[in-house]
């Protein structure tokens, strides 16, 4: 089944405790991105990448580490978490760089930063 | 920068009724408009899209209208079912552009039974 896989589903931490959130696609897509969505602002996009080693920023972008080692994985790293970043997370792939072409969402994660 | 709205944050439906979901956009070099879904714990799931050469198409119960000239774009659900209780939102997105499609805030659609 084609699919955007995120890790975890829910996640609670502390200010300043490093993190990763996990995304991987079985689609060989090229495009991949990470959006936050907060409640009266919808979908904001923190960082995307266009293909392997190839990654850029959105419109949110700090506080937020991206890598693209692999075609498949797009992990989210938060350094230092703030309570600020207290959010609900997508990572999001489409076969075409996302100019034109349907984003495939993952189910999401919802982070909880004391 | 520009941004995609919405005009009614809650929409509300009886069931079998048709639904009618507008969304307006200021970017007028967007030319791929997209609609998604998303059911409650849920990611967004894409519905329906339309490229700019177009002013409607239509899918499964669904038809997006768009309309460049007032910039606006409409997604219409036909015999609105408890099923589609979700919220939707439209995104724009500018071939040539910039990597970052923008996303409206969402309309609450609300099918009774």
């Known amino acids: 089944e084609a699919q955007v896989t995120q890790n975890p589903r829910y996640l609670i931490t502390v200010t300043g405790k490093k993190l990763t959130v996990t995304c991987s696609q079985n689609m060989n897509h090229e495009y991949m991105s990470w959006y936050r969505q907060d409640p009266g602002l919808g979908l904001r996009q923190i960082y995307y990448s266009m293909n392997v080693e190839v990654t850029d920023k959105g419109d949110v972008p700090e506080g937020y580490k991206v890598s693209r080692k692999e075609k498949r994985n797009f992990p989210l790293i938060l350094e230092s978490p703030s309570p600020n970043q207290t959010s609900l997370y997508f990572c999001?792939?489409?076969?075409?760089?996302?100019?034109?072409?349907?984003?495939?969402f993952g189910s999401g994660t919802q982070l909880s930063v004391l | 920068g520009e941004s995609v709205g919405l005009h009614l944050p809650t929409l509300s439906v009886q069931e079998g009724d048709n639904s009618i979901i507008n969304c307006a956009y200021s970017?007028?070099?967007?030319?791929?408009f997209i609609w998604y879904k998303q059911e409650s714990g849920k990611g967004p799931q894409f519905i329906i899209d339309?490229?700019?050469?177009?002013d409607k198409r239509q899918g499964q119960r669904v038809t997006v209208l768009l309309n460049k000239t007032v910039k606006h774009l409409s997604l219409q659900i036909a015999a609105t079912q408890p099923g589609d209780s979700a919220v939707y939102f439209c995104a724009e997105n500018r071939s040539g552009g910039s990597y970052i499609p923008t996303f409206g805030r969402g309309t609450s659609l609300i099918v009774h039974p």
């Open positions: 339309i490229r700019s050469n177009m």
């Open positions: 970017n007028s070099a967007s030319d791929y």
């Open positions: 999001a792939s489409s076969s075409s760089a996302g100019l034109g072409e349907k984003l495939f």
